[in-house]
């Protein structure tokens, strides 16, 4: 079982562009969670997908979307990007939306300049 | 969510239990409290989760004070590989997945 993986690994953007971030759950679970971690905090919960809709958000900009596919992969979209979108990205999969046991991603640098 | 607190980093020697505390004054009655890590360079990992009653599993060991104000995660023989950040974290049982990660304690393990 390969676990959640994430792509790319980093990633360097200018202010004012636009970034896409891929995951791929752990195999069995259905449900996806996106995490936004700046450098020396904890985690900051974005949004969790679940049968291709959006379920719950955190607060988060609309800049900040996502998409989940019928494979139950995910993507996460962020436009215009500012310098404080600089931090890891993280994805978490479960199986159900509320699973005890959160499986995550090793994440996705982004680095915006 | 409620909030929680914790040290911000402390120290252990390898082989020897490590006490992390967890303060949650403002629990209220339908927050489990699950506490996750995360390794240098990965990403977070669930570790263990309880309501009421200590919990025990093959990572660690979950003290829940009676009054579930606080509680304690318990790593019975800290080895090197332990040194992490460690997170408590309340979620309500109709939360969702959702979780409300706090700064974590840093965790030293010295040889």
């Known amino acids: 079982d390969a676990g959640v993986t994430q792509s790319p690994t980093h990633l360097i953007k200018t202010r004012g562009q636009q970034v896409t971030l891929r995951c791929s759950p752990k195999?069995?679970?259905?449900?996806v969670s996106w995490y936004q971690q700046a450098l020396g905090q904890g985690p900051q919960f974005i949004f969790q997908?679940?049968?291709?809709?959006?379920?719950q958000r955190g607060n988060f900009p609309d800049r900040f979307s996502g998409h989940q596919f019928p494979n139950y992969s995910s993507e996460l979209n962020v436009n215009a990007l500012l310098l404080g979108d600089s931090a890891l990205y993280l994805c978490?999969?479960?199986?159900?939306?509320?699973?005890?046991?959160?499986?995550f991603g090793p994440g996705t640098r982004l680095t915006v300049t | 969510d409620a909030k929680t607190t914790q040290p911000n980093s402390m120290e252990s020697n390898e082989e020897e239990p490590v006490h992390l505390p967890c303060n949650h004054s403002?629990?209220?009655?339908?927050?489990?409290i699950h506490w996750y890590r995360q390794l240098p360079s990965q990403g977070p990992e669930y570790v263990i989760h309880g309501l009421t009653s200590n919990v025990n599993n093959r990572m660690a060991s979950l003290a829940i004070a009676e009054d579930r104000k606080s509680s304690t995660l318990i790593l019975h023989r800290a080895t090197l590989r332990d040194a992490a950040v460690y997170y408590c974290i309340l979620r309500d049982w109709d939360a969702g997945n959702m979780l409300t990660f706090g700064g974590g304690t840093r965790l030293m393990v010295k040889p």
């Open positions: 978490a999969s479960t199986p159900g939306q509320s699973s005890y046991e959160q499986y």
């Open positions: 403002t629990i209220s009655g339908t927050d489990y």
């Open positions: 195999s069995g679970h259905d449900t």
């Open positions: 997908y679940y049968e291709e809709e959006e379920r």
